[in-house]
């Protein structure tokens, strides 16, 4: 084992294989494993095991016909999960895999219903994570992994993230340290002739086109320019308000007017915002934005705020993947009264 695994504490390349070695006999059982990747850690369960799969929705609590991705080794492994296999697909795989992009594709009959919720189609990554790739090469099939955070709750990017979200629920969790990227995987649906963005991620539009050489679908990317049309869902208890900067004075005052506990997320601290105003401060890249957002919405929660006021970032490449956690961090409706 050459590469660093990360996580909690040092440990020996010996340590690490028996906690592999511990997550593989927990998934051979049938039981729950907590998996990291680079993007956030899932909840990871044999993918061809379907009461296995049942307890990855039990344990989030999550819609029965919600489909998991199933995670691979390799890219060749593709060609056993779906009948039919593009060329952008191998393209996209052989530029992005290990990575984070998710590849939507005609699923073939070896994949339960339990997983795709009897959708004809199946969703595949191979994440780029040493303590997955280990798990994954020993174990030797796909492991079916959701996010792993009750279902509408934010994705967990630390081991201790998926403690405080599933606790006893997850048999086995492996600590691989902090995820590197920090939000979930670009989705690219390559089962209907075109490329269309699902969910947009670390990998951009842009990448996506450059590689294979198509027009790439944005419907999913333009909706995100305006605010309200998205799910909830990656919600922290707090109301998120995304704003442009100048506008933070003006909402600040207006929610501190209404008796809120009122936080600000964002690179900088502005010169006119009321000293005693808690701010969470988020990287001034893209990248390191991606990488901290799920803390920063974790800790405005143990701060009990109402409402935290973001400074919505650019909606190009990285940025239009953070707009889009945030634009369905903020879905909750109304602030308090
Ligand atoms: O980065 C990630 O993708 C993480 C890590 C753990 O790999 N996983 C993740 O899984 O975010 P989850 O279940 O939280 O989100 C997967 C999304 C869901 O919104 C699901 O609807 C969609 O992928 N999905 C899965 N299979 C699909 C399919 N066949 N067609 C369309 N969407 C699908
Ligand atoms: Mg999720």
Known sequence: MSEPVGGAGERSSAAVAAEVMDAVRALRRGGLIGLPTETVYGLGADASNPQAVARIFAAKERPANHPLIVHLHRPRQMAVWARAVPLAAWELAEAC???????????????????????????????????????????GGGIAAPSANRHKKISPTTAQD???????????????????????????????????VL???????????????????????????????????????????????????????????????????????????????????????????????????????????????VVAPSDDGLGCALRDRLWRAAGRGAAPA
Not at 116 to 132: I, K, M
Not at 168 to 193: A, N, Q, W, Y
Not at 231 to 240: E, K, N, T
Not at 269 to 284: D, E, F, H, K, Y
């Open 199 to 309: 969910r947009p991620g670390a990998i951009a539009a842009a990448e996506l086109q450059q590689i294979t050489g198509l027009a790439v679908d944005q419907t999913i990317e333009a909706s995100l320019r305006c605010p309200g049309r998205m799910d909830l869902h990656y919600a922290p208890q707090a109301m998120v308000l995304p704003v442009p900067l100048e506008q933070v004075p003006h909402e600040l005052a207006q929610q501190m007017a209404r008796g809120a506990r009122v936080g600000v997320l964002s690179a900088q601290r502005g010169p006119a915002w009321p000293g005693n105003i808690p701010w969470l401060p988020l990287g001034t890249s893209p990248a390191e934005q991606a990488q901290q957002l799920y803390q920063r919405l974790r800790e405005a929660d143990r701060m009990r705020l109402d409402v935290l006021i």
């Open 97 to 139: 895999w290990p990575g984070p992009l998710t590849l939507i594709l005609p699923r073939s009959s070896m994949v339960a219903d339990a997983v795709t919720g009897g959708l004809d189609t199946v969703a595949l990554r191979v994440p780029a994570h040493p303590l997955a790739l280990q798990v994954l090469e020993e174990f």
């Open 162 to 196: 998926v403690r405080d979200e599933l606790g006893d629920k997850v048999d086995v969790l492996l600590d691989g340290g902090p995820c590197r990227v920090g939000i979930e995987s670009t989705i690219v649906d390559l089962s209907t002739g075109t490329l269309r």
